[in-house]
């Protein structure tokens, strides 16, 4: 699994968990729990930007937005 972002930037992301709810004809919802070894990210520059979470080995995953981030307990070396 991985995130990705459409301005060719690297954050270093690594998805340690992720939930989700789809439904026909309904919005979905995804969210994820990540990790970085960056502890200096600007987050909120993040906010509204779109994301890539890919889950499948042929490349499938789902397109969204960035709609809430927060900053959890750092680690010795994550974040």
Not at 46 to 72: K, M, T, W, Y
């Amino acid at each position: 699994m991985r995130i990705d972002s459409p301005d060719g930037i690297d954050h270093g992301f690594e998805v340690l968990a992720f939930t989700g709810h789809e439904a026909i004809s309904q919005p979905f919802c995804f969210t994820q729990q990540l990790v970085c070894e960056r502890a200096s990210l600007d987050l909120e520059s993040l906010l509204g930007q779109p994301a890539f979470l890919q889950f499948a080995p042929d490349g499938g995953g789902i397109h969204g937005l960035i709609d809430r981030i927060a900053e959890g307990d750092s680690g010795t070396r994550l974040t």
